[in-house]
């Protein structure tokens, strides 16, 4: 199967989490919101650079709520039209209707292809049935425009531990947890390999 190299950006799949290695997507919510303007595009690139800073730096506590600002922040479209294909993708995700799901998002990452989100929730999809090549080909599309997403970093981390490669997995999986020091599912990814990474080097 196609998949990204150890030298590939450690990307891939947001809000997708996994339990005892089986792909399964969970459910997740947006928050969508506009921006309609160049000015406040680069406004919403000066609040992601405060806001992972300050999520660096953040107590537990904190760090919820410099997540859910982050999320919100990336679901930023500036495209009424494709607001409103994410929320019907995720929807269908949601509901387990994948194909929907992948109908939604690939008009979506049609319409939108500059919009990071639309290629990361299309790649949870693609997770979801286990079609991990697509899953990354579409995850290194999202990371090239953004690749700051720790969700993004924490799935391909998931996608490398499934098939096999703990090194590359635990490499991702150590940069998700630069970015957000709190995020519970990466600490525990980390710590469940890091005894058999170490184990390996010595």
């Known amino acids: 199967m196609d998949f990204p190299g150890r030298n590939a950006t450690l990307t891939i799949v947001m809000g997708i989490a996994i339990n005892n290695l089986k792909g399964t997507v969970a459910a997740f919510a947006a928050i969508v919101m506009f921006s309609t303007s160049c000015f406040a595009q680069q406004a919403d690139l000066r609040d992601e650079a405060s806001l992972l800073e300050q999520?660096?730096?953040?107590?537990?506590?904190?760090?919820?709520?410099?997540d859910r600002q982050l999320q919100a922040l990336w679901s930023l479209s500036g495209s009424a039209s494709?607001?409103?294909?994410?929320?019907?993708?995720?929807?269908?995700?949601?509901?387990?209707?994948?194909?929907?799901?992948?109908?939604?998002l690939t008009a979506l990452t049609d319409h939108a292809p500059d919009f990071a989100e639309g290629w990361h929730v299309r790649a949870s999809a693609f997770f979801g049935v286990e079609r991990f090549g697509l899953a990354?080909?579409?995850?290194?599309?999202?990371?090239?425009l953004n690749p700051n997403n720790y969700e993004a970093i924490y799935g391909l981390g998931l996608i490398f531990e499934i098939v096999g490669k703990p090194e590359q997995a635990f490499e991702a999986y150590s940069r998700a947890l630069a970015i957000h020091p709190h995020h519970e599912e990466v600490t525990n990814a980390v710590n469940r390999l890091k005894p058999q990474v170490e184990g390996k080097a010595l």
């Open 82 to 104: 494709a607001d409103l294909l994410l929320e019907r993708g995720r929807e269908a995700l949601n509901d387990g209707d994948v194909k929907a799901a992948l109908d939604h």
């Open 55 to 66: 999520l660096a730096q953040a107590t537990p506590e904190q760090a919820v709520g410099l």
């Open 136 to 144: 990354a080909a579409d995850l290194e599309h999202a990371l090239t």
